[in-house]
Nanobody
Framework: QVQLVESGGGLVQAGDSLRLSCAASGLTFSIYSMGWFRQAPGKERESVAA????????YYADSLKGRFTISRDNAKNTVYLQMNSLKPEDTAVYYC?????????????????????WGPGTQVTVSS
């Protein structure tokens, strides 16, 4: 069975850094594009970052460019999200997701509703 499991969340202070990991199993990891999303209480789920099969293409939400970095290690079936200079408004549940679709330039990044698998999420809380 397909599983995505996030880890690395926790409680930190503003200005700190965290690295989230998402370990995949039950699928051929290297043929999936991967993404990170987040959802804060009372807010809609929003796209954070995405990375293509080989890591050659990435996407970041405009407000997060320069602070967050997505990467992947296909040999470990794992995608990462490095989060620096964290702010209280980054507090949310963070989810990873996998997309099997072929992604030419005109169809990048994957829309939220086209991801095939989702993890259960990990909580990130940033105090002021």
């Amino acid at each position: 069975q397909v599983q995505l499991v996030e880890s690395g969340g926790g409680l930190v202070q503003a200005g700190d850094s965290l690295r989230l990991s998402c370990a995949a199993s039950g699928l051929t990891f290297s043929i999936y594009s991967m993404g990170w999303f987040r959802q804060a209480p009372g807010k809609e789920r929003e796209s954070v970052a995405a990375i293509s099969r080989t890591g050659g293409s990435t996407y970041y939400a405009d407000s997060l460019k320069g602070r967050f970095t997505i990467s992947r290690d296909n040999a470990k079936n794992t995608v990462y999200l490095q989060m620096n200079s964290l702010k209280p408004e980054d507090t949310a549940v963070y989810y990873c997701a996998a997309d099997l679709s072929i992604r030419p330039p005109a169809n990048w990044p994957p829309p939220r509703n086209e991801y095939d698998y989702w993890g259960p999420g990990t909580q990130v809380t940033v105090s002021s």
